[in-house]
């Protein structure tokens, strides 16, 4: 469903079962990432009502999403600490040529949105399987399934506003490039690898 090229490496599950704290803490700056996504979106381009509507309302799901992964941690009463860089997110971003017009530089961000959702699902869906944490494994169940609703959100925004031939190519280009990418990620205590 998801159409990631290479799937995480299952050893991955057991850093995070290890680095369980690690993991809260970077998952709550991954929500908070998302919802500035949105909210720079709604910025940029608002000239898309529709757009816009759906990244309102996605922007107060991630904030959601963040307040929730925020209050497992002050229970657990660990220090969230400063911001980290997410290798992942930066190597993405590499992906596609800077430049080009407006609806370029909008399609291209709406694919690395969704490709960022996607594998935010897929590690959701590991958490959720392999931690010995049931209580946080039930939590990521339930957010696996919203993050495949947001990687569907981001590729019909793509799909709508591009040349479908185009966007597939694109998104197809993408998501091999990932794939070989993720073979040096996984093996970290963060959400991405």
């Not at 990244?55 to 969230?80: Q, T």
């Not at 039930?138 to 019909?156: D, G, P, Q, R, V």
Request: proline residues 3%; aromatic residues 10%.
């Amino acid at each position: 469903m998801l159409g990631l090229k290479l799937p995480t490496d299952p050893r991955w599950a057991d850093i995070a079962n290890k680095n369980i704290e690690e993991i809260l803490i970077d998952h709550a700056w991954c929500e908070q990432k998302a919802a500035s996504t949105a909210i720079s979106l709604i910025v940029n381009y608002p000239e898309y009502p529709e757009l816009v509507t759906a990244m309102i309302a996605l922007s107060r799901e991630e904030m959601g999403h963040f307040k929730m992964v925020h209050d497992k941690i002050l229970a657990r009463n660990i220090e969230m600490g400063w911001d980290r860089k997410d290798e992942y997110v930066v190597q993405l971003l590499k992906f596609f040529p800077k430049g080009g017009s407006r609806k370029t530089q909008l399609i291209h961000r709406l694919l690395i949105a969704g490709l960022i959702e996607a594998r935010s699902c897929e590690r959701f869906r590991l958490l959720s399987e392999k931690l010995e944490d049931k209580e946080l494994a039930e939590f990521y169940k339930n957010l696996m399934i919203s993050e495949a609703n947001h990687y569907t959100m981001f590729l019909k925004f793509a799909r709508k506003y591009g040349d479908r031939e185009v966007v597939d190519k694109k998104w197809n280009d993408l998501l091999e490039f990932e794939g070989k990418m993720i073979q040096g990620l996984g093996n970290k205590e963060t959400i991405h690898g």
